[in-house]
């Protein structure tokens, strides 16, 4: 694999800055019903690469392939390329993952609670909370990923101010592009909506058993008007729910 890997991570000539191996997940919010995490490349390189477009720059995650597939991989670049850099949306084939370099992804780069590092970006197209998070595999040295922050940073400045980041060697001059969770209002909506949700399970017991107090101090027709206005109820609560990540990611965009 190692071997292979060197190949697919061969530098080109478009080629920014690359990390050789790492995992590709899709964090989502504690209450997603979808799951918190989902793995999507258990073996892939991350790198940043250059567009056809002056100072706009992409940022593609490679699956790890078998050595028969990796032409088809090549092929599909130059058509990634057109396709996505006039847009932050994720493009590519299934071995790969395009996404267009610009601050609406809101770009992270930390150090995880075991030690190990990450990159991690918005999901536009998916729900509250969803992000894509590049775990980076031990064996890559910390120098390589303060080179990759800094590349990226530099395209970020690029991106937005238009113009060269050539003059540019100091991480320091790029602090605007350094994301902060506690200055993201979407990551506040992010925790009111779970803190919601916890509540609602947390009490959920209890709720059940006065339901079934109510019940068997009823009669048949009270019943009946009870279940169908906990029905309309419910089925309110969820539209708000859908209404406020609706409207809160239009917002954004």
Known sequence: MNFLRKFIGATPIDEIASIPSGKLFLTRAPF???????????????KMKKTTREHYYQLSII?????????????????????SEDSSEESGNGDEKVFSIDSSLKFNIYTKS?????????????????????????????????NFA??????????????????ISDIDQL???????NTDDEVEEMDKLS?????????????????????????DDELNTVVLTFGFVSVALVLVYHFISTNTRHKQE
């Not at 190990?116 to 040295?141: L, P």
């Not at 690029?158 to 050539?166: C, D, P, V």
């Not at 959920?204 to 079934?212: C, G, I, M």
Request: glycine fraction near 6%.
């Open 150 to 167: 800094l590349s990226l940073y530099k395209c970020l400045y690029e991106h937005r101010y238009q113009k060269s980041a050539a003059g």
């Open 32 to 46: 997603s019903p979808k799951g918190a995490l989902e793995c999507l490349y258990n073996d892939a390189l991350i």
């Open 175 to 181: 602090s605007e592009f350094v994301y902060d969770p």
């Open 195 to 219: 803190r919601f949700a916890m509540s609602c399970a947390n009490s959920q017991d209890h709720t059940s058993a006065l339901l079934q107090g109510l019940i068997k101090m009823i009669s």
């Open 63 to 83: 699956k790890a392939s078998q050595e028969g597939e990796l032409n088809s991989e090549s092929a599909d670049d130059e058509n990634d390329e057109d396709s």
């Open 114 to 146: 075991d030690g190990s590092q990450a990159i991690s970006w918005k999901d536009i197209n998916g729900d509250i909370g969803d992000r894509f998070e590049f775990a980076i595999d031990e064996d890559v040295k910390y120098t390589e990923v303060d």
